[in-house]
């Protein structure tokens, strides 16, 4: 099934450690995003890359980093420079050119720093 | 970027029609209007989205305003599994409309479905 991944679904992390959280994507779209949600807020826009090797801060891109080296996938590091990593992490992919548009979003990981 | 206002709650009741309006009064020319929803500790899914002319799919349907400034999504007959967060973004394509930049979200507004 085509479909993005996102893994694990719930992570607990000890306060000062760097975390890793992972999304791959098999529908061959050029854009990934990671998004933070917070409770019972909207999302928020973490990073962005529109093709391999290159991405973009978004809002909120303090105390997190990325990288993009395949297609496929977008791993976001959660690092202890992050204040208050405790949130529910989204990530999502979407073509960058052409007449379909739709972005489709991983179930989501929610991150719990103790 | 250009921003979307949006109600932040609205109630419906089940197999009524639903216009859930968003008001983008600073859109660009290139701004395609998209509409999310996300169902709790779920991630967003795709409804509709349009330029400037009235689009209808399965889903929903989209209202955009002669001058662009509001568009509403309506949800033909509400049912329960409607109840969720509706999110009205702006989503800019270049001139030719062959390529789009990033997705951010704003609030939303929160659409409770009464039996």
């Known amino acids: 099934d085509g479909g993005i991944t996102q893994s694990p679904k719930y992570l607990f992390r000890k306060e000062g450690q760097n975390v890793t959280l992972s999304c791959e994507q098999n529908?061959?779209?050029?854009?990934m995003y990671w998004y933070r949600q917070d409770p019972g807020q909207g999302l928020r826009l973490i990073y962005y890359s529109q093709i391999v090797n290159d991405f973009q801060k978004g809002d909120i891109a303090e105390g997190y980093s990325v990288s993009r080296e395949k297609k496929e996938s977008f791993p976001l590091t959660v690092t202890s420079a992050q204040k208050n990593p405790t949130a529910f992490y989204l990530c999502a992919s979407s073509p960058w050119t052409g007449r379909y548009t739709e972005a489709f979003f991983g179930q989501g990981t929610r991150l719990t720093v103790v | 970027d250009a921003k979307t206002t949006q109600p932040n709650s609205m109630e419906s009741n089940e197999e009524e029609p639903v216009h859930l309006p968003c008001n983008h009064s600073t859109i660009s020319g290139t701004d395609y209007i998209h509409w999310y929803r996300q169902l709790p500790s779920q991630g967003p899914e795709y409804v509709i989205h349009?330029?400037?002319s009235n689009v209808n799919n399965r889903m929903a349907s989209l209202a955009i305003a002669e001058d662009r400034k509001s568009s509403t999504l309506i949800l033909h007959r509400a049912t329960l599994r409607d109840a969720a967060v509706y999110y009205c973004?702006?989503?800019?394509?270049?001139?030719?409309?062959?390529?789009?930049?990033?997705?951010?979200f704003g609030q939303g507004t929160i659409l409770t479905v009464h039996p």
């Open positions: 529908l061959n779209h050029d854009a």
């Open positions: 973004i702006l989503r800019e394509a270049n001139a030719g409309g062959t390529s789009y930049g990033k997705l951010t």
């Open positions: 349009g330029l400037t």
